[in-house]
């Protein structure tokens, strides 16, 4: 039985310090800003808000092609683990499409997982299954316990911005609904994305208001097993969320993944969102 590693592409946002202590091998997102593309993992967020506020077209991004996953699968492989990798929503991306091709070319070795989650709530699976990898579980475990554990995971949002995710294309079958009740009643809409989908909760009118429809929302979800909170350039709650978070979900403040999201996710959501992330136990 050959040991396991994860790869995961890098909407997990996971930090670098946090995978290499997981053993997690990541493959970059690329960032467009005009016709040059950008590696997300040679990309600071320093620069990323820089160059998204100067470019004359608004940025985006790209999954990797078969090539990148491939490195990293043969990376991996090549030292003698077998690999599980997680990609973004194929609904929403073809990371999982360019994983699966490239794992083709190592038969049984490599198993490719859509998380159907983003940002930390992909992170969260990332980091179970790099757990589950690091205590010995074989892959096909791993695999079957990923493909359960995604049916339990939410990211919950809050948007203070839509223009950024109207031009980027990702709430194409809901903005039309949340357009109207952010318009109609100038609030923040709050959205769930759960296995693949999105659906719109409510909304906020205030930074208050927002944090505290997040917690409200986690709350009737609880128990949870694992937690986790993001948030992007300028929102000035995110401590406070994670504060609430470990109040009530029974986890240590440094038990809840918290992060500022990285470029994938900020291309899409603006500054100023923030979310929180969970699996029900």
Request: proline residues 4%; aromatic residues 8%.
């Amino acid at each position: 039985m050959n040991s396991v590693r994860v790869v995961a592409d890098d909407g997990c946002d996971l930090s670098p310090a946090l995978a290499a202590e997981y053993q997690v091998e990541i493959v970059p997102v690329f960032v467009r800003f005009g016709e040059e593309m950008v590696s997300s993992q040679e990309l600071t967020l320093a620069e990323f808000w820089a160059r998204a506020a100067n470019s004359p077209r608004p940025p985006g991004t790209s999954a990797a092609g078969p090539g990148p996953f491939y490195e990293a699968f043969a990376k991996v492989v090549s030292a003698g683990h077998d690999v599980v990798c997680l990609t973004l929503p194929s609904l929403y991306s073809t990371s999982f499409n360019s994983a699966w091709v490239a794992a083709q070319e190592f038969e049984d070795r490599v198993r490719v997982v859509d998380s159907r989650s983003f940002s930390v709530g992909m992170g969260l699976l990332v980091l179970r299954a790099a757990q589950d990898a690091l205590a010995g579980c074989e892959a096909e475990a791993i695999q079957a316990k990923l493909e359960e554990l995604r049916e339990r995971t939410s990211v919950i949002f809050a948007l203070d911005t839509l223009e950024w995710v109207r031009r980027g294309g990702r709430l194409a079958r809901l903005l039309p609904l949340v357009d109207r009740v952010a318009r109609t009643l100038s609030v923040k809409p709050v959205i769930e994305f759960r296995n693949g989908d999105f659906r719109l909760l409510g909304a906020a009118r205030t930074a208050q208001g927002t944090l505290q429809r997040i917690e409200d929302e986690v709350r009737s979800r609880i128990p949870v097993e694992a937690a986790a909170a993001a948030y992007t350039r300028g929102c000035q709650t995110a401590s406070e969320l994670v504060a609430r978070l470990a109040s009530f979900v029974e986890l240590k403040q440094g038990e809840i993944l918290f992060t500022e999201a990285g470029a994938v996710f900020a291309v899409h959501a603006g500054p100023r969102a923030l979310g929180a992330a969970l699996i029900r136990a």
